[in-house]
Structure formats: C-alpha cells, structure tokens
C-alpha cells in the first residue's frame, strides 16, 4: 500500500529555517515527480516545488532563493530558509507513480505537516 509520510514542520521564527521531510513506502517504483503543496487558511493550494526523477526543479516564485528541493531515491525534502509568515500553511508531499495496467501516472498525497512562522 502506497503511503507517503510527511515530517519537520512546527513553529519556527520569521527568517528562520525548516526542513521537511516525505517518505514513500509501498512502491518499488521510483516517482516520476514528488514536490510539495501548501495550502494556507481560506486558501487554495499552492505548488510549492517539484522535482523530477531526471531532477528537474520548479519553484513558486514566492519561494526561490529561499526554499530548496531536493530527493533521493523515495523520500523527498524541501529546505525552507529565511521563511515569512506568508509560508504559514499545511505542507502536502506529493508523488507521481505508475497506475496498475496502465501507461498514465496516478498522484498520491501525504496527509500534510503544519508549519507555523510567527514570532
């Protein structure tokens, strides 16, 4: 059973540092992409970054030069430097695997870790 797990995130002050984790387990496949959502109160989601498997990087442009993708193998990390209260949100991992019986990729979700900047 597919399950990524996220961890790292808490309370941290405005310019501080954050390093969150995500670990896939269940798949012997290596994700085509992994990245990160974050979704704040009363807000949609947001990509945040991705990676691909050829490690291939995107990044809002709220976060470059501060936040930083990175994998290996199945777990997925994002450094988060010089955070602001605007990166206060539930951050949501995310992997692209392959569908059963299938060509096409299938997304699976992490449940979220909250991250709160506030002094």
């Known amino acids: 059973q597919v399950q990524l797990l996220e961890s790292g995130g808490g309370l941290v002050q405005p310019g501080g540092s954050l390093r969150l984790s995500c670990v896939l387990s269940?798949?012997?496949?290596?994700?085509?992409?992994m990245g990160w959502y974050r979704q704040a109160p009363g807000q949609h989601l947001e990509l945040v970054a991705s990676?691909?498997?050829?490690?291939g990087t995107n990044y809002a442009d709220s976060v470059k030069g501060r936040f930083t993708i990175s994998r290996d193998n199945h777990t997925v990390y994002l450094q988060m430097n010089s955070v602001n209260p605007d990166d206060t949100a539930v951050y949501l991992c995310?992997?692209?695997?392959?569908?059963?019986?299938?060509?096409?990729?299938?997304?699976?979700w992490g449940p979220g870790t909250q991250v709160t900047v506030s002094s």
């Open positions: 995310y992997a692209y695997l392959p569908k059963k019986d299938s060509a096409t990729n299938l997304r699976y």
């Open positions: 269940g798949s012997i496949f290596s994700p085509s992409v």
């Open positions: 990676i691909s498997s050829a490690g």
